[in-house]
């Protein structure tokens, strides 16, 4: 009976996304840590991803970016620590001060592509509010990930080169597939 357990666990693991969550930056007395870890433990994302937790080789990077701070703005940074991680994902965040209010704003990253696949933000004043914009939050993040066309189904785009031609009106038209 417990062999199948572990292979049922196994080929779970297997079918789901992994992702990683770093602490976001910025915030006070560990706003940003403790919003990454509540966010990390929603049922919406445990559902959805196979969560992959900070190891103690990737803790220093971690760190050293928080320091600096914009490092987590910036995607080939947090795509390296994906890439450290062995994860397909990475959400990471930052928060800002507005006004008498704080802005959480959370991004996830595609590891593979450094491409930017869905961002959320909210505002706030007392971090207890997080529990009343967590589950939203996890939810239209991980609906924009699995939502997510794979590459394949992306519609295809033909650009025409725009370089000097000596009679524009004899080059061939334009013409886009998969667009409507």
């Not at 803790?59 to 991680?85: C, K, Q, W």
């Not at 914009?133 to 066309?149: D, T, W």
Request: charged letters at 20%; one cysteine or more; proline letters at 5%.
């Amino acid at each position: 009976m417990s062999g199948s357990v572990f292979a049922f666990a196994y080929a779970d693991c297997q079918t789901r996304p992994r992702v990683g969550v770093l602490p976001f930056a910025g915030g006070v007395r560990g706003d940003g840590e403790a919003i990454a870890d509540l966010l990390s433990s929603r049922r919406e994302i445990l559902d959805a991803f196979l969560v992959v937790p900070l190891s103690a080789a990737v803790r220093p990077v971690v760190s050293e970016s928080l320091f600096h701070m914009a490092a987590f703005t910036d995607s080939d940074v947090i795509a390296d620590i994906g890439n450290m991680l062995g994860v397909d994902y990475v959400i990471s965040g930052h928060i800002r001060r507005l006004g008498g209010r704080k802005l959480v704003i959370a991004t996830v990253i595609c590891v593979e592509t450094l491409e930017l696949v869905a961002g959320y933000y909210r505002a706030y004043r007392y971090l207890w509010e997080s529990r009343d914009f967590l589950p939203s939050m996890s939810a239209a993040l991980v609906g924009a990930v699995l939502g997510r066309p794979s590459l394949g189904e992306l519609p295809r785009l033909a650009v025409a080169h725009f370089g000097s031609a000596p009679d524009a009106a004899r080059l061939p038209a334009l013409h886009v597939r998969g667009l409507g």
